[in-house]
Structure formats: C-alpha cells, structure tokens
C-alpha cells in the first residue's frame, strides 16, 4: 500500500458501514487495491474507487461482497461512470499532464504497435468470456444499456479534450485556434477507432438503423444528430451515398450506407478476432484474410473525432493524420484504401 493517501489506507483498513465481516473486507478490498497499482492506476484513482465503495449507502456486512463485485466490474469496463472517475481523479489541465494521463490508459490496455503498424491491446479482453477466465486482470470495452451509453459519452468526451491538450489544440481558454501541432503519434490516431468499437457493438447487437440511432439519440441527450461531410468515407460507392452521422458533442462519428445500415471497420475485424486463453481478444492484420466488401468496410470505417467541430483543429488532430502516407494508419487499413 506504499504511495497511496493515508485516508486511503485508513478506509481499506476500516471501511465504514461494515460491522462484524470488516477484516475480511479490508483484506478483500485491499487484495483488488493491490491488483489495481500493479495494473498503473494512479493514487488518486485508487482513492475514488476506495470513496466509491465505502461511500455507498448499501454498504453492510451481508452487501459487501456483491458491492466489490460489482465495483471491480465497473473498474474494468472502459468508460463506465466509475472508470471515468477514476481515469480523470486529480487531473490537471496541460499538455504533459495530458500526455501522461493518456499512457496510464494505454499501459491498462497493453497498448503496442505491431509491425504492421496496427495498435494491438494485450489486455483488452473479450466480455464473453470474462467469467470464465479467472486471476487474469482483462480491460473491457463493452455497453450494455442505454444508461452505459450516455456514460460512456463522458468518457469519450474527456479523452477528446485530454488529446486536444496534449497536441497543443487548446489554449487553456478557448478551443477555436488552431493547433500548432498535427497529431503525429501512432497510438493516439489509432485508439479512435477502439473508442468507437463499443458504440458499434451496441448498434449491432439491437439491430438499429440509421433511423433508430438518431431517433434514440435525441431521446437520449435532447439534442439531434448532425450529418457532416462524408467524402472521406464513400471510397469504391457507386452512388456515393454513404452517410456520415455525428452524435452530439461530435466526437462520436457513425457511417451508413444507402440501407441505413452500419459502415464499420468493426464488422470486419471481428469477423476475424481470435480470443486467447486469457481471454485477450486480437485481430487478423493480414489483408489476404479480408474480402473486398470487409476491406470496403475498414476503407470507409466510422471513428472518433477528437475535435469539437469542424475547422482546422478537426484537420490537424482527425483528418490529416488519417492520410495513408501520415505514417499513423495500420498497413491493413492503407492497403484497404488503396483498392477503392
């Protein structure tokens, strides 16, 4: 427990509203405590998840065990309200604390860059599979429900602004100037299109169209979709009638075709994941494995905007930084372009 606040240690050794049961629950909270540093959570994290538990009023003697359960759960899946807590606690705003907040998500999800140029995640794992799997700390990006949706939003949100700060797109004032630096890192241009992923999935799996999306999203946050320019997103069309959605906030961009039916490079990588013994989930970066309508896919695919509109800094941080000859994109993805 060396490094952690002393209140923190105070409340894993005397975790309030549990009576009879709190050594074992000092020793149960202190083992996933432990887990949580050696995965390279901060202190202050470490301290909103600690205040999280403890300050939860059901908090008893016969609740703990379900409630460190579903905490450790929560701590887990990517961009849940309690993640995001964690991941912003303490945060300051500037470039290098920015880029040092960063590299505790990507260290979370073993983040490396193959030598094809593809950003693999060695512990992002697959939620299928994650009760079956046991003493194996796996990331997941995963939405279940629309309450997790609007969450997750957040999450996204404060990425965004975290990337604007780190590439010098914010001034500390406003966010309307330019930045004086193109986004020129490998993994921060690839982890949009992971934070789009979970959004995909959750599409996918309730069968929603176009309709539907912009239908539940105004339901969701009382504000309508917005349809951008999407010609960067109609390689190989006929009719070029893809259609580019922004959720609001635009960072959350979606592509549909002529059908009204999702455009994602998520369709085709998962058509071609593996799912290890642990549980780590990885996906094929062999262009042979792809068909010309999967590889379409990935040409066109939806990702994450890190501006907050359209203008010179959705250029330098979005858009430029997508070129095939920017150095930032997977071979997998350039050579997909290249055929349409």
Do not use: C
Not at 78 to 87: A, E, K, N, R, V
Not at 197 to 213: A, T
Not at 243 to 255: D, F, Q, R, S
Not at 303 to 332: F, M
């Amino acid at each position: 427990m060396t490094g952690l606040f002393k209140r923190t240690r105070e409340l894993i050794k005397s975790p309030i509203g549990v009576d009879k049961r709190q050594t074992i629950m000092s020793a149960a909270l202190s083992t996933q405590v432990t887990h949580l540093m050696n995965d390279g959570w901060v202190p202050k994290s470490i301290a909103a998840y600690v205040d999280d538990i403890v300050n939860n009023e059901q908090l008893n003697d016969q609740t703990m065990n379900q409630i460190l359960s579903e905490k450790w759960g929560e701590a887990h899946r990517i961009g849940s309200s309690l993640f995001t807590t964690m991941f912003t606690a303490g945060f300051h705003r500037g470039g290098v604390p920015a880029a040092d907040r960063l590299e505790i998500l990507y260290k979370l999800l073993g983040m490396t860059v193959s030598p094809t140029n593809f950003v693999r995640m060695s512990r992002l794992g697959d939620w299928y599979s994650k009760d079956k799997i046991k003493d194996v700390d796996m990331y997941y990006l995963h939405l279940e429900t629309i309450d997790e949706v609007q969450d997750y939003f957040e999450f996204v949100k404060q990425i965004a602004f975290m990337v604007r700060l780190k590439h010098h797109a914010w001034n500390g004032i406003r966010s309307k100037y330019e930045t004086s630096r193109q986004l020129s890192t490998i993994m921060d241009n690839q982890l949009r299109y992971y934070l789009s992923k979970p959004i995909v999935d959750f599409i996918l799996r309730n069968d929603w169209r176009q309709e539907d999306v912009a239908e539940e999203t105004l339901q969701l946050t009382g504000t309508p979709v917005s349809y951008p320019n999407v010609a960067f997103h109609n390689r190989g069309v006929a009719k070029q009638d893809n259609v580019k959605m922004a959720l609001p906030g635009y960072h959350l961009e979606l592509i549909f075709n002529n059908q009204g039916h999702l455009v994602s490079m998520w369709e085709a990588l998962e058509a071609h994941q593996t799912i290890d013994e642990y549980g780590v989930l990885t996906f094929s970066e062999v262009p042979d494995d792809y068909s010309l309508a999967e590889l379409q896919m990935i040409a066109n695919t939806e990702s994450t905007n890190y501006a907050n509109a359209g203008g010179p800094i959705h250029q330098s941080l979005d858009v430029k930084p997508a070129n095939r000859y920017s150095g930032l994109e997977s071979d997998l993805r350039n050579y997909a372009k290249k055929q349409f």
